[in-house]
């Protein structure tokens, strides 16, 4: 049988994995609990925390605490964690990498695969920080598949009858609206829209900001300045929004919250259902805007809906149910259960890929549109930058589209190709999510043509290829993975570092990880060392040499590597010496 | 070559329902995860052909197994009468026969 691949919803707030054994899914506990907080921590003894105890240590130590790492994933930055820096990346693998020992231990074997869900809505970059995530926690991401989709996969269980299902998904931090038919066994996604930063805490933070302005008014006091004070704000919050989905009113009450010139404060007040529903109706309207854009997309009606799945964690807010109902005139439905039934998703798409038999198939599309800038008309005159759109939304995935451009003058031997995500005919009013520059054309007049492929993974990752089409000169990229923006920080030396943090743990608690753990902290062979060493000198090379020369290195990069990744060390010296070779070529 | 028609396995007269159903089956028995370019394949055929606008483009314009006698009797016994504005009629004339020489040749920015 095949190795086992785990499915996983890696949540803003709540993380879950899953596998599916004997046709049946299962939502693997840790103890007695299967869902994971998406916290993470350091202890008093310096050791790494996930899960329930990071979110308890909250409240006491949010300096050394990291919550909602997910609505930071992508972006160029990095957070604190008792006095390190470490990027979103890096936090995300340590939760993956707690969700993966979760499951060895329950599936007594190691587990190296996994099919990890993001939101329909995030983007390039924040797909490509999610696989950048599995691979620093050693989890091969063999799909990424999306949250909305997933939870139809789990819902519709090989039915057979044809129905327009609305997913309505939202979670902690991101929101999207998927129209998905399902029929013959396919789950078949018409369209997706959303917005990858909405979700459950922004309700918080409204809350928030109400007793932080009920406290600025009746004691004086700015509690933003007490990190503490503001822990215990955030978490009451957080309860009063539970509170609020079941009950009309809810009492908030924090004694001892904060100190003022020596007097104790305390934080008591009420808030009712009303007060909170107005604080986040525009958010609520932001999410029903998606709908119908959703639904314009899918090219059908309200009345073509036949069911409404709620999903995450957010949904319980009643408000939304009653939104909803209104719109299409009937409950959404309830039997699934919401905190879970993505990672159920996840884990029958990674038996699909696995070869299991599954009564459903997937067919999903992309939220995006993907195009260049070329000269053209914009509003009558003529304008450099017209966006011309390749792949559009809601298109299939995979997806591959070729567009022929044209040289815009004699002699022109070189284009610049630049890659925009969005729907503005201006192109400088969408997203630039990466560009390159194809030289060497030949010198003839212009009208020379170029084709620009475009090509769209079933991961929903963008490929990009440029061909003179008279030569076949051709240039292509994946659009620039997030970690190379920082210096020096690569996937293998995040790797090393988190797995090193895990080697503090205490090992009862991961059973099999544990051998794992010792493996990386075993000094490499010297061999491995000259041959790491000789591959970062010719990967700090790579700037200034041609295209052929690079093509040749990175040739026998991968050889080495796969290598050094089997402990294979004899049949390192061959390629480290033919790459040494080059290197002194280059340098003399 | 095969036609789409072939690909999906449905006959020429097929309606909209039956070539929905002949392609979800083909991507029952392809998913998209174990063999995409299969799957590319048949979602391609089935785009060419799910619905009457589609079939006429195609009939229309996919040389040379387009019957132009055939193609006429099928527009005209349609009950819709086939309405083209001038627009439109004149983006006929202007696309040419060969898919990859209709794209749109525009000119690249150089800086």
């Keep these: 049988m095949n190795e086992i691949i785990i499915g996983i919803d890696l949540g803003t707030t709540n993380s879950e994995v899953a596998v599916v054994e004997q046709g049946k899914v299962t939502v693997i506990a840790d103890g007695d609990k299967n869902i994971l907080p998406s916290?993470?921590?350091?202890?008093?003894?310096?050791?790494i925390i996930v899960g329930e105890t990071a979110r308890n240590q909250y409240l006491a130590y949010p300096e050394r605490t990291i919550k909602s790492i997910k609505r930071l994933m992508g972006e160029n930055t990095q957070v604190n964690l008792a006095d390190q820096k470490y990027t979103p990346q890096e936090i995300s693998a340590i939760i993956l990498k707690r969700l993966k020992a979760i499951a060895e231990t329950y599936l007594g074997q190691p587990v190296s695969k996994a099919v990890i869900t993001v939101p329909a809505y995030f983007s390039d970059a924040q797909r490509q920080a999610t696989r950048e995530a599995g691979e620093i926690a050693g989890l091969d991401v063999v799909r990424m598949i999306n949250e909305p989709t997933a939870a139809a996969l789990a819902y519709d269980a090989g039915e057979?009858?044809?129905?327009?299902?609305?997913?309505?998904?939202?979670?902690?931090?991101?929101?999207?609206?998927?129209?998905?038919?399902?029929?013959?066994?396919?789950?078949?996604?018409?369209?997706?829209?959303?917005?990858?930063?909405?979700?459950?805490?922004?309700?918080?933070?409204?809350?928030?900001?109400?007793?932080?302005?009920?406290?600025?008014e009746t004691y004086g006091v700015d509690a933003r300045k007490h990190s503490k004070a503001m822990a215990?704000?955030?978490?009451?919050?957080?309860?009063?929004?539970?509170?609020?989905?079941?009950?009309?009113?809810?009492?908030?009450?924090?004694?001892?919250?904060?100190?003022?010139?020596?007097?104790?404060?305390?934080l008591s007040i009420e808030l009712s259902r009303m007060v909170y529903e107005e604080m986040i109706e525009d958010y609520i309207n932001v999410t029903m805007d998606a709908v119908h854009i959703a639904m314009k997309g899918a090219k059908l009606a309200m009345s073509d809906i036949d069911e409404i799945v709620l999903v995450g964690g957010s949904t319980r807010t009643p408000c939304i149910r009653e939104r909803l109902s209104n719109e299409f005139g009937f409950e959404p439905h309830s039997e699934v259960d919401a905190d879970l039934c993505v990672a159920m998703g996840a884990a029958i798409q990674a038996a699909m890929?696995?070869?299991?038999?599954?009564?459903?198939?997937?067919?999903?599309?992309?939220p995006y549109t993907y195009g260049t800038a070329a000269i053209g008309t914009l509003d009558g005159e003529s304008y450099p930058f017209m966006f011309v759109p390749i792949i559009h939304k809601n298109s299939v995935l995979p997806n591959r589209k070729v567009e022929a451009f044209a040289t815009s003058h004699d002699g022109q031997m070189a284009v610049d190709v630049t890659i925009y995500q969005g729907e503005d005919p201006d192109a400088l009013n969408n997203v630039k999510i990466g560009e390159f520059r194809v030289e060497g054309l030949q010198d003839v007049e212009r009208g020379n043509i170029v084709t620009l492929a475009l090509e769209l993974d079933l991961n929903g990752i963008l490929h990009v290829s440029a061909e003179e089409k008279a030569t076949g000169l051709e240039k292509s990229i994946t659009i620039e993975n997030a970690l190379s923006n920082f210096e020096g920080s690569t996937l293998d030396t995040a790797k090393q570092r988190i797995s090193s943090l895990f080697g503090q743990l205490d090992s009862s608690l991961y059973g099999q990880d544990e051998s794992l753990v010792i493996e990386h902290e075993q000094p490499a062979a010297p061999e491995i060392e000259a041959a790491q060493a000789t591959i970062k000198k010719a990967e700090s090379l790579f700037e200034t040499i041609s295209s052929e020369d690079k093509e040749d290195m990175v040739d026998l990069i991968e050889m080495i590597s796969a290598n050094i990744e089997a402990k294979d060390i004899a049949g390192l010296d061959k390629p480290v010496a033919e790459l040494n070779d080059i290197i002194y070529y280059l340098e003399s | 070559m095969k036609t789409p028609y072939q690909m999906l396995g449905v006959a020429s007269n097929a309606t909209d329902a039956?070539?929905?159903?002949?392609?979800?089956?083909?991507?029952?028995?392809n998913p998209p995860d174990r063999d995409q370019k299969q799957f590319q394949l048949m979602h391609d055929a089935y785009l060419k052909i799910k619905d009457e606008k589609s079939r006429l483009n195609y009939d229309l314009f996919t040389l040379p197994v387009a019957n132009f006698d055939e193609v006429v009797d099928k527009a005209l016994s349609s009950g819709k009468k086939p309405t083209l504005?001038?627009?439109?009629?004149?983006?006929?004339?202007?696309?040419?026969?060969?898919?990859?020489?209709?794209?749109?040749?525009?000119?690249?920015?150089?800086k």
Excluded at chain 1, 354 to 362: H, P
């Design chain 2, 85 to 110: 504005t001038a627009v439109q009629f004149k983006a006929l004339l202007a696309a040419s026969v060969d898919e990859s020489t209709i794209t749109q040749a525009i000119t690249m920015a150089e």
């Design chain 1, 39 to 47: 916290y993470v921590g350091i202890d008093d003894n310096g050791d």
């Design chain 2, 18 to 29: 039956e070539i929905k159903q002949a392609y979800l089956q083909k991507v029952k028995d």
């Design chain 1, 353 to 366: 890929i696995n070869g299991q038999e599954v009564d459903t198939v997937l067919v999903d599309v992309t």
């Design chain 1, 160 to 216: 057979q009858e044809k129905k327009h299902v609305l997913v309505y998904d939202l979670g902690g931090g991101t929101f999207d609206v998927s129209v998905v038919n399902i029929e013959a066994g396919v789950v078949e996604v018409l369209s997706s829209h959303g917005d990858n930063h909405l979700g459950g805490d922004d309700f918080d933070q409204q809350i928030i900001e109400y007793l932080l302005k009920h406290l600025q």
């Design chain 1, 232 to 266: 215990r704000i955030t978490r009451a919050a957080e309860n009063a929004k539970f509170l609020l989905s079941e009950q009309p009113y809810a009492q908030i009450e924090e004694e001892y919250l904060l100190e003022n010139d020596g007097t104790p404060i305390h």
